[in-house]
């Protein structure tokens, strides 16, 4: 047993040198490129730099249970590398029973790569609806926090420098590869209030909602599920002087698409 274990440990040792030296002069790939900052540098032929672009619809839903079949979509495109982009985001809900639209936002911002995790954005947003329409520059950050959860923080001033804010936050769970359950939260929040707009100082509303899609490709996502609507504060009670409901529960049905 002895002189076995001895005549291993020798032919292991005769192998040694080899090995090491194999290891020492083979390198990855990752270290023939030049980086400078989070980017490489022009003319590696890394494809960080190369232009892409993608146009997602997180929401394209129909809701016609306690919401008085209404619709809303909220969606966002972009163009560039992986460290610049130029995006487009709009979201917004139209009222089938007065025939009109409840809100319609567009923005234009211009985003930068800050980490490995996280984009700053910068641009100018514009609502439609409701009236009386208003402008802002929008300063903001979006990306994955930790234990990929994906958020969108935005800050804004009206040209009437109105003060306000946003964030949304969602996760996919997956249930199984192709079922996924995606819980999310949109909150808004004015530093003033906003009398022709209808809105109160603080935390204006939120909404909490989980959605259960399945992929039938990874393009093409058609989703059921439940969301609660809610204004508070004085928002809330702006709402109820114009008989209007502060809170609502909808059922929704919709599909999300990534192309």
């Given amino acids: 047993m002895n002189r076995i274990l001895l005549f291993s440990l020798c032919l292991a040792a005769s192998f040694a040198p080899a090995g090491l030296a194999i290891a020492q002069t083979v390198s990855s790939p990752s270290q023939d490129i030049q980086y400078s900052g989070l980017r490489s540098l022009l003319g590696s032929n890394f494809p960080d730099q190369a232009l892409f672009s993608s146009v997602r619809f997180d ?15 909220d969606m966002e495109a972009f163009v560039g590398n992986d460290y610049d982009k130029f995006f487009f985001k709009s979201e917004g809900a139209y009222d089938g029973r007065k ?5 319609a936002r567009f ?25 009386p329409s208003r402008t802002y520059a929008v300063i903001g950050i979006e990306g994955l926090a930790p234990g990929i959860f994906e958020i969108d923080a935005d800050a804004y001033i009206s040209q009437k ?3 306000s804010a946003t964030f949304t936050g969602f996760y996919d769970l997956l ?19 906003v009398p022709d707009l209808k809105l109160g100082n ?6 909490l909602g989980a959605r259960l899609r399945y992929d039938i490709t990874r393009n093409l ?5 439940v969301s609660w609507d809610r204004k508070v504060g004085e928002t809330a009670a702006i709402a109820e002087r114009s008989l209007k409901a502060a809170s609502s529960i909808n059922f929704v049905g919709g599909v999300r698409v990534l192309w």
């Fill in 59 to 73: 929401k394209l839903e129909w809701a016609g249970l306690g919401a008085g079949n209404s619709a809303r979509w």
């Fill in 99 to 103: 025939q009109k639209f409840e809100e």
């Fill in 175 to 193: 249930v199984t590869n192709r079922l996924i359950l995606q819980p999310r939260i949109d909150v808004r929040w004015q530093l003033q209030s």
């Fill in 202 to 207: 603080g935390i204006t509303d939120f909404e």
């Fill in 161 to 163: 420098g109105e003060l």
């Fill in 107 to 131: 923005q234009a911002l211009y985003s930068r790569m800050i980490s490995y995790f996280f984009d700053l954005q910068a641009g100018v947003r514009h609502d439609v609806s409701p009236n």
């Fill in 221 to 225: 996502s058609p989703y059921i599920g």
